[in-house]
């Protein structure tokens, strides 16, 4: 079945403790990308990778990192967490670049609270 | 940069009765998604709209894209208790790298 699987699914840290969000594709897309989603501001991008080794930030990339060393795997890294990185988290992927047109599939999103 | 914003945040409606969300760019579009996201889940592609003034039908739901592409809407006639969810619009002008969701309308449907 083709999907896009984030874990951990929920989570409660503790600030300035690191984690990193696994994410995983397996339809061989190039393009994946994080997303976080407040109330009242919708999806914002954090960062995107276009392919292996390439990645770039999106709107909010601040206290964010990622890495692509593989086509199926995007995980995300808070290296020292904030309770304003609080937030419902989203991996997704598209084939290719999805401002293209291309469809972006969503993992089922990783509930972060940092206390 | 480029700011795609959605109208209602919210709407509350009863079973039967017809919604609408509106989706503004502050630029052209090359092109613009629907997406809708059921309660506690994940977002859902629903279509893709390309050119200017097109209009495509998934049974209750109807698209627009506007002629200037500048705007869209996705009108659902007779709502149902399954219509609800947060639909999002997604768009780009086409010289960036990414799509840039709106900020989504609330569905709330009631009998």
């Known amino acids: 079945e083709a999907q896009v699987t984030q874990n951990p699914r929920y989570l409660i840290t503790v600030t300035g403790k690191k984690l990193t969000v696994t994410c995983s594709q397996n339809m061989n897309h190039e393009y994946m990308s994080w997303y976080r989603q407040d109330p009242g501001l919708g999806l914002r991008q954090i960062y995107y990778s276009m392919n292996v080794e390439v990645t770039d930030k999106g709107d909010v990339p601040e206290g964010y990192k990622v890495s692509r060393k593989e086509k199926r795997n995007f995980p995300l890294i808070l290296e020292s967490p904030s309770p304003n990185q609080t937030s419902l988290y989203f991996c997704?992927?598209?084939?290719?670049?999805?401002?293209?047109?291309?469809?972006?599939?969503f993992g089922e999103g990783s509930w972060l609270t940092v206390v | 940069g480029q700011q795609v914003m959605q109208i209602p945040q919210y709407q509350h409606v009863q079973e039967g009765e017809d919604f609408t969300t509106y989706c503004n760019s502050s630029t052209t579009l090359s092109n613009i998604q629907w997406y809708k996201q059921r309660p506690g889940g994940h977002p859902v592609f629903l279509i893709q709209?390309?050119?200017?003034?097109e209009v495509k039908k998934q049974k209750r739901l109807t698209f627009q894209f506007g002629e200037a592409k500048k705007n869209s809407s996705l009108h659902i006639t007779a709502t149902q208790t399954t219509d609800v969810g947060t639909y999002f619009c997604?768009?780009?002008?086409?010289?960036?790298?990414?799509?840039?969701f709106g900020t989504g309308t609330r569905l709330q449907v009631t009998l």
């Open positions: 997704a992927s598209s084939l290719y670049n999805p401002s293209s047109g291309n469809t972006i599939y």
């Open positions: 997604a768009g780009n002008t086409g010289t960036a790298s990414k799509l840039t």
């Open positions: 709209l390309v050119k200017s003034g």
